[in-house]
């Protein structure tokens, strides 16, 4: 079903649409932060008094939070350093000021003494001896992580032969077009933040534990989102923002400039990556692979990306004996943070180039190489988890296909390349909706924003639509905040149809229920009930008689703005066999989403330059419920993986500074660096969603990067194995240089 | 950005009357504005005076005979756009093309580029390639500089206090080409731009290259080196002399020997490219 389009499109388009960034407050203040001027160091001295002395400023640091915070509140973190300094950019004091320049003024008098200290830049200075053929020696450990099954030093000595390759690939950064930005005010006991969230009740979760506040007291209202791709999944600037609204007594905006959104936003950060398979008999018997990857001022403990991420290392392949161990190490960078599929694109750029690798070393054509030993519905994953509905195996035959049709038809000397992908939804974090039912409408109620995927404002409705017989469109989504919203876990790993839209459709369920009991049917009856809009309003249709909906509200529900049913839907998470982990987290995969994708570049031999001609995009995407909206997904997603693959790396300094923090120099892809996108669906294998819906916001960019370096192999014979794939790095894989 | 008084004289002799008056140090001049609002907008500079050359009649070209004379304050678009000028130097309009955006194109010009002389300037190879000079405008008159003379290194063009770029003077079609290597095609710096441009005055070629500080370079083959149909030798021989004259600098775009080694391709790239043009000129 399709065709409603997107009831956000015209909002927008009129400039009716509230983001972060335009949230304002009668009296409102601007605040602003004061970074510090290194990556590490030992805090001397803050001096706020230049900064109070301007007029109007106000100036808080470490010694003043306590003094704000409600009694007792217990504070997980400090929110202010103490003693020393970890990153450059952490706030270290912040100011608020009746214009924003002024309080940029005052940011800037501030006077921040500290005593250098020595600066863990990257993991090339940390551990230059690696990769060896031993796992790396590190002092500076975030988390470590570890697992093994099958007889991997067997498999290793009788193999015919070893491939050990290294991959490296670089921070990318989520660059939504509007920066974070929020809007606090504190009246009595209540805390409230208007703010750009993916997670509203999340950020809630964060403020409660980072100020210590009790939750009932913490209100977060989402604006409208301009962007997020997991930039927006935690508070960022929402505690200090509400300090300092606290210390001012005035709503305090507080946005980042570009620049800022680069330095201070949570970024995904660099890695190595060694990969060794040893094969027998044309195939692959035993496979070790190893991460490090850099997380920069991260909290130890805090880190899912590591375990969630080196599980996509081993490939979904099955491979009777594997290792896996990642480690993740603190640097003097801002902590690590999660990037449209927190680093799967990188895992997978790893293991499907070296997939490839294998099959020209075996004279293997790479998909039926593939084809050989992926998941299928049955199989089990190197963690020892049963594999589910899984059309990875499908996508790859089709796109046999369109390799042998675009061979045919493409120059000379071009290259093409194919990656096979997949992805784990978080339909395992819960959610509850809530259906609004009045004599002219129906609303679903719930509690997250639209962040432009089309998830929440399609996604969520088109469940509710089709249960209930209504037309496309029918069903608006009302956005409320988290003091009358039903809970939900937030907008990410592409959970939101799947989850969100499971709670709606129960929801949907439930009102069919209930209208049916109080038109007296019930149970095959009732689940034939549907709604019809009629001049006089909403028409409870009973297939052989018709009652408007008016006449089945009660007064008081009438008065209360309508009857009000719930819907939740708390996933099962799968499971993994715990005997196989030694070490650490590594987390269970919730669907089987799988994509395969089909690049077709043109290189330039003598330079490097790379131009991606062709793609298409093949998505096991379950039931595809709303195609035009999973359509425009997928082409975003590629592009944004084209720009993992050939343009984006954020640079940093050995001195923990971020070298390019503009858009001029950290290089999105624009138009003319994304070719038109074959798109195509293959269906069959049900995900967890509504009627087998499968997550389609993050798999799509899953493949890319890999896709792309398996065509520049196909046109070159040479592996770039290293992220972005710039014309420079292809020259000197070219030994060019 | 701080704050400034915008001043937008109507007349040439306005302009240069307000500039020689105007405080030292405390003035920026604003052309197309391109670049100089990202300095203002970043606080690199703060000049609490702003003289817009906008509403001078310096937005526009005239041909004298076969000299093209434009207009410092035309904006690129309006030059890439023009038939005539398409079909007499694609050299530079190759150098349009690569500068920024089609919207930045807009308000971009060529007296604001050279006035900025920025060290990746697509256009300023390009107009050393086609022996380019500037006309000056000042408090002593007119006077006319080459445009080798006139870029010394990045925002430091070599004008004395009270001067302005009035146009630039092409003083002859050419078969040239523009060639440039960035990370990003579309909108991005170039980290080399090679332009080649034949001279039929004297039968030789003008290759220029530039990407890195502190300037564009010119490089003269001469005529025994690089004639007008060079052999494939003496072809490869100038490109790796020419590569060889950029300085080896190593930035965040690119390393100082990747630039050589697309200096070399692009300048043999270029000639050919150029040379086509002449092959296929009736």
């Not at chain 1, 946005?255 to 190595?272: I, N």
């Not at chain 1, 089709?466 to 876990?489: C, E, I, K, N």
């Not at chain 1, 984006?648 to 050995?654: R, V």
């Not at chain 2, 300037?215 to 083959?221: D, E, L, Q, S």
Request: proline residues 8%; aromatic residues 6%.
């Amino acid at each position: 079903m399709s065709g409603a389009g997107r009831a956000d499109a015209p909002v927008k388009l009129r400039g009716a649409a509230v983001y972060g960034t335009d949230l304002s407050a009668e009296g409102m203040y601007w605040g602003a932060l004061v970074p510090s001027p290194i990556a590490h160091g030992r805090i001397r001295s803050i001096d706020l008094a230049p900064a109070r002395a301007l007029p109007g400023v106000v100036a808080i640091g470490a010694d003043e939070v306590a003094g704000l915070l409600p009694k007792g509140a217990a504070a997980e973190t400090p929110i202010f350093p103490k003693e020393e300094v970890v990153y450059r950019g952490q706030p270290v004091a912040a100011v608020a000021a009746p214009t924003r320049a002024l309080a940029r003024e005052a940011a800037r008098k501030v006077r921040v003494d500290l005593e250098p200290l020595e600066i863990w830049g990257s993991i090339d200075t940390l551990l230059p001896e690696w990769p060896g053929a031993d796992p790396p020696r590190i002092g500076a450990l975030n988390a470590h992580v570890h697992a093994r099954h099958g007889d991997l030093e067997g498999a290793f000595r009788s193999a015919d032969f070893v491939l050990a390759e290294t991959y490296r690939t670089s921070g990318v950064h989520q660059v939504p077009i509007e920066p974070h930005a929020c809007l606090a005010r504190v009246d009595g006991e209540l805390w409230t933040v208007e703010t750009s969230t993916q997670t509203p009740f999340g950020c809630r979760e964060d403020l409660a534990s980072i100020l210590g506040i009790p939750e009932p007291q913490l209100v977060v209202r989402g604006s409208w989102v301009g962007g997020a791709f997991g930039s927006k999944g935690s508070a960022l600037l929402e505690p200090y923002a509400l300090l300092l609204a606290k210390a001012s007594g005035r709503p305090v905006k507080l946005q980042l400039s570009y620049p800022e959104e680069f330095r201070l936003g949570r970024s995904t950060l660099p890695s190595v990556i060694r990969i060794e398979s040893a094969v027998r008999d044309r195939r692959v018997v035993g496979r070790r692979v190893r991460l490090v990857l850099d997380t920069g001022a991260s909290l130890p403990g805090r880190d899912f990306t590591l375990g969630y991420s080196a599980g996509f290392l081993l490939g979904p392949y099955s491979i009777p004996a594997v290792e896996v161990e990642g480690y993740a190490l603190r640097t003097h960078k801002p902590p690590f943070g999660p990037h449209r599929a927190p680093f799967v694109p990188q895992c997978t750029f790893a293991v499907e180039s070296h997939t490839d690798h294998l099959a020209h070393r075996l004279g293997i054509d790479p998909v039926e190489f593939r084809r050989a030993s992926v998941w299928t519905e049955g199989a089990t994953t190197g963690l020892g988890q049963t594999v589910g509905p899984f059309g990875l195996d499908a996508a790859l035959a089709r796109a046999a296909e369109i390799v042998r049709e675009w061979r045919a038809t493409g120059p000379p000397g071009h290259g093409i390349g194919v990656a096979g992908g997949f992805w784990s939804t978080g339909t395992g974090a819960g959610g509850e909706a809530r259906l609004r039912l009045t004599p002219t409408e129906l609303e679903i109620e719930q509690g997250e924003r639209e962040i432009g995927s089309g998830s929440v404002i399609r996604g969520i409705a088109v469940g509710v639509e089709q249960r209930l017989g209504l037309d496309a469109g029918a069903v608006r989504v009302a956005y409320l905040d988290t003091a009358t919203a039903p809970f939900d876990s937030g907008v990410f790993g592409s959970r939101t149809v799947g989850a969100l839209g499971q709670a709606a459709e129960k929801a949907a369920d439930a009102l069919r229920t209930e209208l049916g009991r109080r038109c007296g049917v019930s149970g095959a009856a009732a689940e034939q009930i549907r709604l019809r809009p009629s001049p006089e309003g909403l028409v409870v249709d009973l297939g052989d008689r018709r009652r408007a909906v008016r006449e089945l509200l009660t007064p008081e529900e009438l008065a209360r703005g309508g009857l009000r049913v719930e819907g939740r839907h708390y996933g099962r998470s799968g499971t993994i066999d715990e005997r196989r982990v030694l070490e650490g987290s590594f987390h269970p995969f919730n669907d089987f989403v799988g994509a395969a994708h089909v690049a077709e570049v043109a290189v330039d031999p003598e330079i490097g330059s790379v131009e991606v001609v062709r793609y298409a995009a093949i998505h096991d995407a379950g039931r595809v419920v709303d195609p035009t909206t999973a359509r425009a997904g997928i082409e975003g997603g590629v592009a944004m993986g084209i720009g993992t693959a050939l343009l984006e790396e954020t640079q940093w300094g050995a001195d923990g500074r971020l070298e390019n923090p503009s858009l001029l120099d950290y290089r999105l892809p624009t138009l003319a660096e994304v070719p038109p996108i074959q798109v195509e669906f293959i269906e069959g294998y049900p995900g967890a969603g509504p009627r087998g819906a499968k997550g389609l916001g993050e798999p799509p960019i899953v493949p890319v990067p890999a896709a792309i370096a398996n065509a520049i192999f196909d046109a070159l014979g040479v592996p770039v194995g290293e992220l972005p794939m710039t014309s420079e790095r292809v020259a000197r894989a070219l030994k060019r240089l | 950005m701080s704050s400034f008084d915008l001043v937008a004289p109507a007349s040439e002799e306005e302009a240069v009357a307000w500039l020689a008056r105007a405080p030292t140090g405390e003035t920026a001049v604003l052309a197309g504005g391109t670049d100089l609002l990202n300095d203002l907008e970043e606080q690199r500079i703060a000049p609490r005076h702003l003289l817009s050359l906008r509403r001078l009649p310096w937005n526009r070209w005239s041909w004298t005979g076969p000299a093209l004379t434009i207009g410092s304050t035309t904006p690129l678009v309006d030059l890439e756009y023009d038939p005539k000028i398409r079909s007499e130097f694609p050299g530079l309009i190759g150098a349009i093309e690569a500068v920024g955006s089609v919207a930045l194109r807009a308000r971009a010009t060529l007296g604001g580029n050279l006035g900025r002389s920025g060290s990746a300037s697509d256009l300023i190879p390009m107009l050393l390639a086609l022996d380019a000079s500037a006309e000056i405008v000042g408090p002593s008159g007119r006077r006319s500089v080459p445009v080798d003379a006139l870029v010394v290194a990045s925002r430091r063009p070599a004008l004395d206090p009270g001067e302005l770029i009035r146009s630039v003077l092409l003083p002859e079609p050419r078969a040239s080409a523009y060639l440039w290597q960035r990370i990003r095609p579309a909108q991005d710096v170039s980290h080399v731009g090679v332009a080649a441009a034949f001279s039929p005055g004297d039968g030789r070629w003008r290759i220029a290259l530039g990407g890195v500080p502190p300037r564009a370079i010119r490089i003269h083959p001469g005529a025994s080196e690089l004639p007008g149909r060079p052999s494939k030798a003496a072809l490869e021989a100038a490109a790796r002399r020419a590569a060889e004259r950029l300085p080896l600098a190593t930035d965040l775009r690119a390393t100082g020997e990747y630039r050589r080694l697309v200096a070399h391709a692009l300048v043999i790239r270029a000639v050919e490219a150029a040379g086509a043009m002449r092959e296929g000129a009736p």
